[in-house]
């Protein structure tokens, strides 16, 4: 039986090219047009398992899917860096002068709005979402109306490329995590990056302990990110992202790490997607 993948979006989206990347194209799509739906699809068991941006280079972190993560108890299995390509598509037959709305995820418009400063009667409508916008004109064949979506949406919904590439800043990328209910069995000799949260009491230089333990233990710091904890003011978890070579450094880091915080958890342990 083929995986249910929970994304966030509409068939089309850079989380549907994500799912289809990791787990190719026979898998069943759950749609979700929101990061609070997709985690409960996983929770009801619609979904097996589900994909979630997390940051991005333009935009930084994604901070609410931190705590989704972490209050669900969802365990991170695997990730990706994916670079963000905005292209203009509408119904095969026209050129960009017959287009005069662009409709979109209001991201995407933003990161777009230098292109379209040479088409000032170009009017710019936010919506939901990319690749939802582009089903829409395909279904409901919308002329005069053009998407920003992946060029995958173009192929999905059988329309014409406009203009390709048309964002500003052109090194745009996103990092997504596969998540799941079930704790992952990764083997050990695949696995070198983890993802931990973490409390720490108001004592000076706590947190710069915890940072020499992972300097000493030779993990690489690749993101450290504090959210506040709820009901408890001025209180803070601290969710870090560290690389390795070395297992068993990593796991002595854990053990070391487990007895200087108040509160520990392992958020996952997978390949890294940089490499």
Same mark, same amino acid.
């Given at each position: 039986m083929n995986k249910v993948i929970a994304i966030q979006g509409a068939e089309g989206s850079n989380h549907h090219k994500v !799912?289809?990347?990791?787990?190719?194209?026979?898998?069943?799509?759950?749609?979700?047009?929101?990061?609070?739906?997709?985690?409960?699809?996983?929770?009801?068991?619609?979904?097996?398992?589900?994909?979630?941006?997390l940051e991005n280079t333009i935009a930084g972190s994604i901070i609410p899917n931190y705590a989704l993560i972490d209050k669900n108890n969802l365990h991170i299995i695997d990730e990706e860096y994916l670079n963000i390509h905005h292209h203009l598509m509408a119904l095969k037959g026209q050129q =960009?002068?017959?287009?005069?709305e662009v409709w979109s995820h209001p991201m995407a418009l933003l990161q777009c709005k230098e292109f379209f400063k040479q088409y000032p009667e170009i009017k710019l409508v936010e919506d939901v979402d990319t690749a939802e916008v582009a089903k829409r004109i395909s279904k409901e064949n919308l002329k005069g109306i053009a998407a920003i979506a992946p060029k995958i !949406?173009?192929?999905?919904?059988?329309?014409?490329?406009?203009?390709?590439? =048309?964002?500003?800043?052109?090194?745009?990328?996103?990092?997504f995590v596969m998540v799941q209910t079930k704790?992952?069995?990764?083997?050990?000799?695949? =696995?070198?990056?983890?993802?931990?949260?973490?409390?720490?009491?108001?004592?000076?230089g706590s947190l710069a302990a915890i940072l020499n333990v992972l300097?000493?233990?030779?993990?690489?710091?690749?993101?450290?990110?504090?959210?506040?904890?709820?009901?408890?003011?001025w209180k803070y978890s601290f969710f870090v992202d560290v690389t390795f070579d070395?297992?068993?450094?990593?796991?002595?880091a854990e053990s070391i790490i487990q007895i200087m915080a108040e509160e520990f958890k392992i958020l996952g342990t997978y390949k890294n997607g940089r490499q």
């Amino acid at each position: 039986m083929n995986k249910v993948i929970a994304i966030q979006g509409a068939e089309g989206s850079n989380h549907h090219k994500v !799912a289809r990347d990791f787990y190719g194209d026979n898998i069943q799509l759950k749609e979700c047009m929101s990061f609070d739906a997709l985690v409960d699809s996983l929770l009801d068991k619609s979904a097996d398992l589900g994909v979630m941006a997390l940051e991005n280079t333009i935009a930084g972190s994604i901070i609410p899917n931190y705590a989704l993560i972490d209050k669900n108890n969802l365990h991170i299995i695997d990730e990706e860096y994916l670079n963000i390509h905005h292209h203009l598509m509408a119904l095969k037959g026209q050129q =960009i002068h017959d287009i005069h709305e662009v409709w979109s995820h209001p991201m995407a418009l933003l990161q777009c709005k230098e292109f379209f400063k040479q088409y000032p009667e170009i009017k710019l409508v936010e919506d939901v979402d990319t690749a939802e916008v582009a089903k829409r004109i395909s279904k409901e064949n919308l002329k005069g109306i053009a998407a920003i979506a992946p060029k995958i !949406a173009a192929e999905i919904f059988d329309l014409a490329i406009l203009e390709d590439e =048309i964002q500003t800043i052109k090194e745009n990328s996103t990092r997504f995590v596969m998540v799941q209910t079930k704790e992952p069995n990764n083997g050990i000799d695949t =696995i070198n990056k983890a993802s931990l949260k973490f409390q720490l009491n108001h004592k000076r230089g706590s947190l710069a302990a915890i940072l020499n333990v992972l300097s000493d233990c030779k993990m690489n710091l690749t993101k450290i990110q504090s959210l506040p904890v709820i009901e408890m003011p001025w209180k803070y978890s601290f969710f870090v992202d560290v690389t390795f070579d070395d297992y068993s450094n990593y796991k002595k880091a854990e053990s070391i790490i487990q007895i200087m915080a108040e509160e520990f958890k392992i958020l996952g342990t997978y390949k890294n997607g940089r490499q």
